[in-house]
């Protein structure tokens, strides 16, 4: 169990696809010095920063830690960066508890960046985003994100039964949530038919079941309590856990389920001294809208019965584990290093109930957050507590 | 600002030099696990599934039925079976218009070293590519 690493503060900038000219330095920036206004410190206070950013060809700058360490007004910091594809954000989180928790930094801030949309055509981002698999077999057919998402979806519904209009229900019910947070990329208000109606864009995927490639950052700021300004109401951290699954879908014994997920979350439950039961809310990693229901799955949640559960309205607003009330990857959106610190943010929050969007009704003691890099490869669960 | 970068990789294979050179011939060559038998293909340098590097070389026919199929505007993509492998392959289908449901592993376009797969009709015969 981890003992004393808490959650100091943090930020976001909105997520969207910026056409205000702004860049990645200003949004770095800005939700560096808007995390250390909610914590209560200063720049000064700061003696670690980590950087989630997964790929070089999106900022184009090598080395973005201390570029970014000068940029932040945080000279003289340690920095490094953490990359792990979709989970690059969560994993610098894990790596700051492990930092803090280890004694090596009393306060880091995580910094997640991702000029994901703005910088490159979008057929140059899903070239890059091939690359994210085995680029020597599945990336040399220029193979997509989302038909390999697509394949590992038929499988999950060739075994459970899961049909597009349980697809679809997710697609809608996120961006509703999303509708609540000024700070979302698609604010959508759509139905069913509206996600029916969308383009194919890999079968059974359409362009409305597809989270969007977005510009943004998030940053937040761990500590031990002692460390910090007082004040009341801090979450903490119980469990950090990660884990791996064969980079290749065809090297799965069910390649429509998210083994490395279900491990990464067994290990999460084993560290904070938990079971899935005890869960109150949770940040699930929506890439694509099959995707929550293959995570909640593995994750365990509702009895590991997530299908029945996602029909029966468990995973609502008003069910018994509300799930992406930030609007998830679907409605708030992807800057790949951002998101998972974006998504322990909106964890962190509900617990302290303080979220700036759709506050949790439910008063969670517990908060699960789950992100995941290629196709449900690289894991990485945490479990907050509430104060 | 506007930048543009243009990159030429060559990358060596290493150990896995005779599974590529055997692709780009249009040949089917496998890893057998030489500890618990595991035939994988595409081909690896260390068995996925006991984690031994005792292996050797295993050709397979290049025919494929398909379990999982996958169809966007320009692209097609499917998971399948190659006949005597023990794992699924990724593959890039090179005539989509064909709705079989089996196919043989066609050599890749240009230097490309994904695997590619040609759907043939029910007599195993293949369309034109």
């Known amino acids: 169990m981890i003992s004393d690493v808490s959650f100091a503060g943090g930020a976001m900038t909105p997520f969207n696809r910026r056409k205000d000219g702004s860049s990645f330095r200003d949004w770095a920036r800005r939700a560096t010095r808007d995390a250390l206004t909610d914590a209560g ?8 920063l980590i950087v989630a950013s ?3 060809f ?14 932040c007004g945080l000279t003289g910091v340690a920095a ?6 979709g989970a690059s954000g969560h994993l610098a989180v894990h790596a700051a508890v492990a930092d803090v928790a280890s004694g090596m930094a009393r306060r880091v801030l995580v910094l997640g960046v991702e000029p994901s949309a703005s910088h490159l055509r979008g057929a140059d981002v899903g070239a890059l985003y091939s690359l994210s698999f085995d680029a020597w077999t599945d990336g040399m057919t220029g193979v997509d994100s989302t ?27 996120n961006r509703a949530h999303a509708r609540a947070n000024a ?3 698609l604010q959508l208000d759509i139905t069913a038919q509206d996600v029916a109606a969308s383009p194919v864009v890999a079968s059974p995927y359409r362009r409305l079941d597809c989270s969007p490639l977005s510009d943004g950052a998030a940053a937040i700021i761990l500590a031990r309590t002692a460390d910090l ?16 699954d064969t980079v290749r879908l065809g090297e799965r014994h069910d390649p429509g389920f998210f083994a490395g997920k279900q491990r990464a979350a067994q290990l999460a439950y084993a560290m904070a001294g938990v079971t899935a039961a005890d869960i109150g809310v949770a940040e699930v990693y929506d890439s694509y809208s099959g995707a929550q229901l293959q995570a909640l799955q593995a994750l365990g949640l509702a009895n590991s019965r997530a299908l029945a559960a996602e029909r029966d309205g468990y995973f609502a607003a008003d069910g018994m584990v509300p799930v992406n009330l930030s609007g998830g990857l679907l409605g708030q959106g992807a800057p790949v290093g951002a998101t998972g610190v974006a998504q322990i943010l909106a964890a962190a929050l509900q617990l302290e109930g303080r ?21 449900a490869t690289s894991n990485a669960v945490s479990i907050l507590e509430a104060p | 600002m506007k930048h543009h970068l243009g990159l030429d990789y060559t990358i060596p294979v290493g150990d896995l030099a005779p599974y590529f050179e055997a692709l780009q011939a249009g040949n089917a060559l496998a890893s057998a696990c030489g500890k618990c038998g595991h035939v994988a293909f595409p081909a690896r340098a260390q068995c996925g599934a006991c984690g031994a590097t005792d292996l050797r070389w295993k050709p397979l026919t290049g025919r494929a039925q398909i379990l999982f199929r996958t169809d966007a505007a320009s692209s097609s993509y499917a998971l399948v079976k190659f006949d005597g492998a023990d794992s699924s392959s990724t593959v890039g289908l090179c005539n989509p218009e064909q709705k079989t449901s089996s196919g043989r592993l066609a050599v890749p376009i240009g230097d490309a070293a994904g695997l590619w797969l040609t759907l043939t009709d029910n007599k195993g015969e293949e369309d034109e590519r």
Do not use: C
Request: glycine fraction near 8%; hydrophobic fraction near 45%.
């Open chain 1, 41 to 48: 410190l200063q720049a000064s206070d700061i003696d670690s």
């Open chain 1, 54 to 56: 997964e790929s070089d």
């Open chain 1, 58 to 71: 999106f900022t184009l700058q090598l080395n973005p830690a201390a570029l970014l360490a000068d940029e």
């Open chain 1, 80 to 85: 490094k960066r953490v990359e792990g594809g």
């Open chain 1, 147 to 173: 038909s390999l998402y697509a394949l590992s979806a038929q499988a999950f519904m060739a075994r459970t039964g899961a049909t597009v209009d349980d697809f679809a229900a997710v697609a809608v019910r």
């Open chain 1, 183 to 185: 700070n979302a990329h």
């Open chain 1, 229 to 244: 300004p007082a004040r009341s109401g801090r979450a903490r951290f119980r469990a950090a856990a990660s884990a791996t």
């Open chain 1, 355 to 375: 979220y700036f969007g759709r506050q949790a009704q439910n008063q969670p003691r517990f908060a699960l957050v789950d992100t995941h890099g290629g196709i």
